[in-house]
Structure formats: C-alpha cells, structure tokens
C-alpha cells in the first residue's frame, strides 16, 4: 500500500512515517502543499494523510486542487483546529476521513484500513464471524465460544463483534466509544475498561486461551492466533 | 416568525399611531367645524336679524303712512306678503304656502289689530307678550304649534300701536343642518382616510423595523454572517440597520479574533501532543521493560487528560464569550440517556451504585450532539467519582415549557454548601475531588450555548441535584437559514475560513 503522508511538523511526520511503515506502508512524505502536489502528480498512492495546517496552503484547498489533478484516492485528514471546518464536513461526506490531534496510532490505522476498505469492491459480507474457537452468529445475534452458548447482553454481543471485525488489531476506548456507542467522547472515569472486564469474564472462560488482551495504555485487542 | 404573524394586528405600534394619530386629526378637525359652525350660525342670524329690523322698519312706516281705513289692513298686509317672499335662506320650492313669516299689529291695549301670517295668531301673540319684546333688539320666541322657534323684531309707530314681524328660524337651522350633515359626512371619509394612510406608512416603516428586529435576533443566536436588512433610505430606520450592522461587522471580527485565539492555542497544543503521544506509543510497542510501561502508560493517560482539560477551557472561555460554535442536528435525549446510563451502568454498579431514569419517552432537541454528549457524560463521570457506595442516582426527564428539563438527583452528601455558589465558574472543586474542577462550568457553557440552563442545589432530603433545561427543536425560521447557510458552503469551494 502505499501512502502519502503530508504534514509539517517534522516530530509528528518522523514518527507517523516510522509506525505506518512498521505497519507495512510505503510511506512518502511531505512537509508542505508544492512538495505534495508533485509527488502525487509523480506517483500513484492508495491513500493520503493531510494535515489542515500547512505552511505554503491550506489543507483542504490542497484536497481539492489533487482532486482537480484527477487524484482519487482516499484522504484521511488530520486536524488541529477546535471545530470541524464545514468544508471539511463536506469532505467526510465524499468519502474522506477526519482525526482530530491527538490521536492513538491505534485509531488513525483503523480509520486508513476503513478508508481503503471503502474504496476496495465490497466482499460478500458474511453473517458469522470466526474468530480461533469463537464464534458469532450476526443473524441470530448469538455468539458461542467452543460450541458453548454465551450469555452476552444485547451491548456486550455489539462490542464483542467490533472486537472481531477487528481481530488482531487494537481498539482504543474512544474507537469503542465511537462505534459501540455512538458518542465521541473522552470519559476521565474507566467506564469502557469494565465493560471489557465484563465481556472478559464471559468470553474467556476457566481454562481457556485468554481472547481479549489488555495493551496498557494503548487499548484492546482480540487475539486471532 | 409564525407567532409573530398570528399576533393581533391590535397589538402592532402601527394600529397605536394610527389611532393616536387618526384620535388627534379628528379632534383638531372637529374643533376647527365647531367654531366655524358658530361663526356661520352667527352670521346667518346676524343677516337675518339685518332683514328683520330692516323690515320692520319698512312695515312701521308703510303702517304709519297709511291711512287707517278699510284698505289699511290690506294695503300692511301685502306688503308683509311681499316681505315675506324675500326671506333670507329660503328654499324656493315652499314658496306657495308661507308659513315661515308672521306680521302682527297690537293697539296700545295690547289686542291684535291687524294679523298676516299662518294660522290665527293667537298663540303668536301670547308668545310675543310673554317674552316681552322691546322695540329694536330681535328676539326668540317659541311659539305653540310650531317646533321651531320664531325671530320677533319689533317696533312702535307714532298712533301708538306696535308692529311685529316674526321669522321662522326653520330655514337657518335648515342650512346649518345640511352644513352639519356634509361636514360629518365629510369628516368621516377625512378620517378614515387619514387612518389608512397613517396605518399603511406606519405599517410599512415598523415591518422593516420588526425585519430588523428578526434578524437580529437570528444573529444573536447563531449566525454571525448574516446582517440586518438595509433600505436605501436614508431615514432613521435604514440609519439603524446600518448602525446594527456596523456593530454586527466589530462583534464579527473581534469574534473571529478571539476563534483565531483559540484555534491557534488548540493547534499550538495539540501539535506537540500529538508528537509526545505518539513517541511514547511508539516507545511502548517497542518492548519496554515491564517496569517502564507503567510510567509510559501514566504519561499517556496525563497527555489524554491534558487534551481534555484544553478542549474544555477553550469551550468554557468561548461559551463565556458567547462564541461557541456549534454543529446543530435533532437529538433524542430519551435515546441519548439510555444508551450513556447503558455505558456507565456497569461502572456504578462495580461501585455500589444503582442509577435509574424516569423519562416519558422520546424527546428530541436540536443541538450539537458532541457537546451534549460530552456534557452528559461529565455529568454522569461526576457522580462516578464523587458518590460514596450505596447512594442512588435518578434521573428524570421530561418536556416542560418547550423546553427539555433533565433533572438529576443523588442521595449522597451533596454539593458542599461553601463551593455552591460558586459551582459553575470553573476551577472549583471540592476538598476530596479530583480532576481539574471544570466539569460542571463545562456543563453550564454547553448549556448556556444551547440557550438553556443549568442550577445545582441540595436536597432537603440530603443529596445533590442538579437541573438542566434545554430548549426544544427551534424556531423553523432559524433552522432553514442555518441548513441554507451551511448547504451553500458546502456546495462552493476555497471559501475564507
């Protein structure tokens, strides 16, 4: 995959390019709209990160002009500011993505993998999840764990199925909040941790491989091997 | 704008000017015709008594000079007919019977000597000797049979006898009364008239007033672009809209500066936020020591509350300003608190606390569900953290006064009674709480911003609570300019921040 990352201040690009391309991107980088505009033009991307802020021109006036240009590829935005700009409103509703700073690594990986599932044909979407000996009937709303029925709320079934789709990769609480939950909030309490301590004790029973791992400081993860 | 139609047009400054001034027109008018009435009455009787003494005269020497033999009676009495066809004011079609004229001689007894006129005139006589008429000065009698009064002029001949000549007043009051009649007639269309004009231009100048009126209360809830609208005029209603749009353009620019401020302190904040935490996430997938994830972990956590703490300064400083943005769409709060009471429910419970909500069923606002989202959770994190075990927490909510009013009561120990007053101005906090204490000055900005309210109190059944209403869905009016305002920059491109 690769990426155009296009942000100016030099701490967070270093540090974006490195994870993005420990996850496996291949990252190019620019610090200012000129820089970016030619190597777009340059190069074919799957996918661009675009900070509002940059120094030569606006964010969004870049977006535009590269879509002008015939550059198609989804652009996840990355802002600063305190509002949400109308205009970039209306960019989310063309398919691009907005992340406000600061953000967990966790959460912009996420939001590129839905961009670029986004822009992808859509798969045939299957009814049941699998997950090692974890299974989950989305019709029936039914989740068993080694041919044994889980007595799971109609809440905890939502946040285990947000865990599966993404199996192996790690939820930050406000990705859960998000999407669970429907609230883009920031809670100074630990409301979403005994959440998962609770879907925890349903999940990994007495004896059993321990599914739903804690990364301190990071989030949640579901194991897939 | 709906109510603002519907109300009585006997309510609008138009109708009370019109009145008022149509009121004053009319009595002023009126005072003018009353005058003029007298002064027209005056002179009518003036030329009537003229021709009355005028006549009088005439007859007394017609009767002197005759002499008093068998033709006297008729020689006095034709010239009284002929006196009497030239009447003053009279209408020429009554000319064949003449009843409007008398002529009576009296001996020095004070019998009647010679008579011409309607009637026998015996009740003339009567009248004439009861008012008791000197000779020179025309009086009014009132004479029996008749409705209208008579004008007597008198006057005394040398054999001694005394000559009267009557005029009836009916052809005087005849003309006054028509005068009356056109003038009413008259006055009324006047005023009238004068009412619908006064009405429409009044109407008119006050409908841009109340355009301004309008508009400017739409700014004042949200639209800082729009402006008041302007006449070409340059009368004191268009020097207002320009005035009001004048200070709209320095509340604009010295908003935006402060949106500048606090845009600029947000980026230059976060930016280096951003670049700490995710060095130190970077650092933690790394593989760090165990004991180092510990330190890392906290670092996060404190750079996560830092975020916050910036988010909610800034929100509480622009809603003190009366400047923060917000995003509108409809909310239902019945909705909202089950699934946030969904979302805490296990927490409280973990401590020992029970919450419940009492609510009549969907109840849906129009605000940005960000802010009401966030104002909810601090209120629901509040109680968290403060609330000793086993209390409960209730919360009720319902429409009251098209307003949403969520009322929220614990059994704990309640707000402490010196911080109380002081609750919603940021940086307070009870002795034991932790956190940065802008929680509930956060709830009163979000709050405020929407155009509600929020009060803490204590029970007097011991316990905290706390009252916040938040208006209903809108004026349609508001709603459609915020949609067409928000739907037009959507559609254009590059537009200045």
Not at chain 2, 254 to 281: C, F, N, V, W, Y
């Amino acid at each position: 995959m690769r990426l155009l990352l296009v942000e100016d201040e030099l701490d967070i690009r270093s540090f974006l390019q490195r994870s993005l391309e420990e996850t496996g991107y291949q990252v190019e980088a620019a610090a200012d709209g000129k820089t970016a505009e030619s190597l777009a033009l340059e190069g074919i991307y799957d996918i661009l990160i675009v900070d509002l802020g940059l120094p030569d021109q606006d964010g969004i006036s870049l977006i535009l002009k590269l879509r002008q240009l015939g550059v198609s590829a989804p652009v996840l935005i990355l802002s600063a500011r305190r509002s949400v700009d109308d205009r970039v409103r209306g960019l989310e509703q063309g398919g691009d993505d907005y992340l406000t700073k600061p953000f967990a690594l966790a959460e912009l990986l996420a939001r590129l993998r839905n961009l670029l599932k986004r822009n992808s044909p859509p798969g045939n979407e299957s009814t049941r999840l699998r997950v090692l000996d974890l299974e989950l009937d989305l019709l029936r709303r039914e989740a068993t764990r080694s041919g044994q029925v889980l007595q799971l709320t109609t809440q905890e079934f939502v946040l285990l199925e947000y865990l599966c789709r993404n199996a192996g990769r790690v939820v930050t609480r406000s990705m859960i909040l998000d999407k669970v939950w429907g609230m883009r909030i920031q809670p100074d309490t630990n409301v979403v941790d005994v959440h998962i301590y609770r879907l925890r004790g349903k999940v990994d029973g007495k004896g059993q491989q321990p599914l739903i791992r804690t990364l301190r400081g990071v989030g949640y993860v579901l194991k897939d091997r | 704008m709906s109510s603002k139609i519907a109300k009585p047009i006997m309510h609008s400054a138009a109708w009370r000017i019109s009145l008022w001034a149509t009121l004053a027109f009319a009595c002023g008018t009126m005072l003018v015709f009353v005058f003029l009435h007298r002064f027209v009455a005056d002179d009518i009787q003036r030329r009537s008594d003229a021709w009355l003494s005028g006549e009088v005269e005439v007859l007394g020497d017609v009767a002197e000079r005759t002499p008093k033999d068998a033709v006297y009676g008729r020689v006095v009495g034709e010239v009284a007919e002929l006196a009497a066809k030239e009447v003053p004011n009279k209408l020429l079609s009554e000319s064949s019977k003449n009843d409007s004229v008398f002529f009576l001689q009296t001996g020095r007894d004070g019998a009647p000597k010679l008579w011409v006129g309607a009637g026998r005139g015996d009740a003339n006589l009567r009248a004439i000797q009861a008012a008791g008429i000197l000779p020179g000065s025309p009086t009014d009698i009132k004479v029996q049979g008749f409705d209208i009064p008579f004008r007597v002029a008198s006057t005394r001949i040398d054999d001694g006898t005394l000559i009267y000549l009557g005029l009836s007043e009916r052809d005087e009051l005849r003309v006054l009364r028509s005068l009356r009649l056109r003038f009413i007639l008259l006055w009324l269309l006047l005023v009238l008239l004068g009412f619908g004009i006064v009405f429409y231009t009044t109407r008119r100048m006050l409908s841009h007033v109340r355009q301004i009126t309008e508009a400017a209360s739409r700014i004042g809830h949200s639209d800082l672009n729009a402006r008041v609208p302007t006449t070409k005029r340059s009368d004191e209603v268009g020097h207002l809209a320009l005035t009001l749009n004048h200070m709209l353009d320095r509340i604009e620019s010295s908003m935006h500066q402060l949106h500048t401020i606090t845009d600029s302190l947000a980026h230059d904040l976060r930016s280096p936020l951003t670049a700490i935490r995710g060095k130190l996430e970077m650092s933690l997938s790394a593989g760090v020591l165990p004991e180092q994830v510990e330190p890392i972990v906290s670092a996060i956590d404190e750079l996560d509350r830092l975020d916050d703490f910036l988010n909610k300064s800034l929100d509480v400083a622009e809603a003190k300003a009366d400047a923060l943005r917000l995003t509108r769409s409809e909310i239902d709060l019945d909705d909202l608190l089950r699934s946030m009471i969904d979302l805490y429910e296990p927490s409280m419970s973990e401590r020992g606390l029970q919450i419940g909500l009492r609510s009549a069923g969907p109840l849906k606002i129009s605000a940005d569900p960000s802010l009401i989202h966030r104002m909810i959770a601090n209120l629901f994190d509040n109680e968290l953290k403060h609330l000793p075990a086993a209390c409960k927490v209730t919360i009720d909510l319902r429409s009251e006064d098209n307003a949403a009013v969520l009322l929220l009561q614990d059994d704990g120990p309640g707000f402490d009674p010196q911080v109380l007053p002081h609750l919603f101005e940021g940086r307070v906090k009870g002795k034991d709480s932790l956190g940065h204490g802008l929680g509930l000055a956060f709830i009163d900005a979000v709050a405020r911003a929407h155009g509600g309210t929020v009060t803490a109190s204590n029970r007097e059944t011991g316990g905290a609570q706390l009252a916040l209403t938040l208006p209903l869905v809108f004026n349609t009016t508001l709603d459609r300019t915020e949609s067409a305002r928000s739907g037009s920059l959507r559609g254009s491109s590059g537009l200045p921040r």
